[in-house]
């Protein structure tokens, strides 16, 4: 049985009700973080879950609201001895990261009890391990020229690149779209997606519901929700799914989604 644990469903601003955006997929035992926004660790323990199950984090950029649970997570599972090792996907530029990050919080790699690995991913990556597969596709949410030319200015270390993830499991197929500049960003791997979980924290809901129902999305998780939202999910459900004949929810915090 695989089953989705959506942990924090806030975009960049947290509010009282949601944290930052992780989520995590429940199978045969193991976890796959998706995402880990702060505080990932602590949410997981109040879904009943032991982060040394996890076995790999998959990061769809460097954004704070998705990376900022990572070096708290890497000191949990310090503190409680975790056996195995634990990977890290994440873009082009993450190994850097991975070791600055080591080096800012004071985790250097010799004190681990357990071997922390960066893997940088791009398109033509696929994750396949015990029946689930995971694919990588670039979002334009950092493909503008402004970054580019911050990119430049500061020595090429931002690395300004988002991708979404398409993952498949058990005979389903789920589009994750991490951040995006536009839902067009997902047009390419719509084909046949049996759950598309999508980021509001871009988008206005108007032009949400015109994707739904342009892409005829047959079911819609919304999460990564903008703090203005945050407590207007009824409303947002109403506007997003007006007119359209397919599913659409809304996430929140601690939300379990059976695959
Ligand atoms: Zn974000
Ligand atoms: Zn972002």
């Not at 009890?113 to 791009?122: M, R, T, V």
């Not at 430049?152 to 589009?175: C, F, M, N, Q, R």
């Not at 960003?185 to 342009?214: Q, S, T, Y």
């Not at 703090?227 to 929140?252: C, F, K, P, Q, T």
């Amino acid at each position: 049985m695989t089953e989705l644990l959506i942990l924090g469903t806030s975009a960049g601003v947290s509010t009282a009700n949601r944290h930052h955006f992780s989520m995590a997929i429940k199978r045969n035992g193991r976890l796959y973080l998706i995402d880990c926004g702060c505080p990932a660790n602590m949410l997981l323990k109040k879904m009943g879950e032991d982060p040394r199950k996890i076995d790999a984090v998959f990061l769809t950029h460097w954004h704070p609201d998705h990376a900022s649970g990572l070096p708290m997570l890497i000191q949990d599972l310090q503190l409680t001895y975790k056996p195995e090792g634990l990977s890290i996907y994440g873009p082009a530029g993450t190994g850097r990261k991975l070791a600055q990050l080591q080096k800012m919080f004071i985790l250097p790699p010799e004190i681990y009890p357990f071997n922390l690995h960066a893997i940088e991913y791009d398109e033509e990556t696929v994750f396949d391990f015990d029946g689930l597969r995971i694919e990588f596709f670039k979002t334009n949410h950092l493909a503008q020229e402004t970054w580019r030319k911050l990119d430049e200015k500061h020595g090429h270390e931002i690395t300004p690149i988002a991708y979404g993830l398409v993952i498949h499991v058990d005979g389903k197929k789920i589009v994750v779209s991490g951040d995006v500049f536009s839902s067009n960003d997902l047009i390419p791997v719509l084909p046949d997606a049996d759950l598309v979980i999508h980021e509001f924290g871009h988008m206005p809901p108007n032009k949400l519901n015109a994707f739904v129902k342009e892409q005829q999305i047959p079911n819609l998780l919304i999460t990564h929700i903008h703090h203005e939202w945050d407590l207007r999910a009824e409303e947002l459900r109403e506007i997003v799914s007006e007119g359209h004949s397919g599913e659409v929810n809304v996430a929140y915090d601690l939300m379990r989604v059976a695959i």
